[in-house]
């Protein structure tokens, strides 16, 4: 649980009415509250906020507060709706969950592993993390305002290694190579990073 999309108020210059702020990964009740968060910045901005989560669950509470939410995977609504909303000038990417520990990994972890398999047919791992946070991210590209920033929760740089681990560890170079650069990266406690173009 990051807080790194806390700094994207920094960054409300990509912002323009109408424009679409996005959350893939719609924050748990009792989690780091980046729905609420994400969806006040936009509303400020006069902007329109819509979250996406595969498990119903996460969107509960969403819906009640009226909250534009979506039920399905971000690969699938990538493809299927971001083409009838405007331009994205923020997402924020936080769903797959990422495992910090495989070979012990913690009991919610274990817990969520199971639920994907039974409940959803998906492996629920590290490669397959960093799989749909880069295909959602290429998927997302043709509909990205001229303008804009993108944010990972739990990926950060490994300088003795030299490159970027967690889930958004493959898109980074992606958007790097697109002229995006890095605006804002931290590890303990935060673990995040985001992009700017």
């Known amino acids: 649980m990051g807080a790194i999309f806390r700094r994207f108020e920094k960054y409300t210059d990509v912002l323009t009415q109408g424009s679409l702020v996005l959350e893939i990964g719609t924050a748990r009740q009792g989690d780091d509250n980046s729905t609420i968060f994400l969806n006040q910045l936009a509303t400020d901005n006069v902007c329109k906020f819509v979250t996406v989560d595969v498990d119903a669950d ?53 817990e969520q592993q199971e639920l994907y398999r039974t409940k959803y047919h998906m492996e629920m791992n590290n490669v397959a993390s960093q799989r749909a946070h880069v295909l959602q991210t290429m998927l997302m590209i043709p509909h990205l305002a001229e303008h804009c920033v993108i944010g990972y929760d739990d990926t950060f740089y490994m300088p003795h290694l030299g490159h970027y681990t967690g889930k958004g560890a493959a898109a980074v170079p992606l958007l790097l190579g697109l002229g995006f650069e890095i605006v804002e990266q931290e590890e303990d406690p935060i673990y995040g990073v985001i992009l700017k173009r």
Do not use: V
Request: aromatic share 16%.
């Open 58 to 110: 996460h969107l509960a509470s969403s819906k009640q507060a009226g909250i534009e939410t979506y039920n399905m995977t971000g690969e699938e609504f990538c493809r299927k709706s971001l083409p009838f909303f405007n331009p994205i000038a923020m997402a924020y990417l936080d769903n797959f969950d990422w495992d910090w520990n495989p070979p012990k990994a913690e009991s919610f972890i274990k």
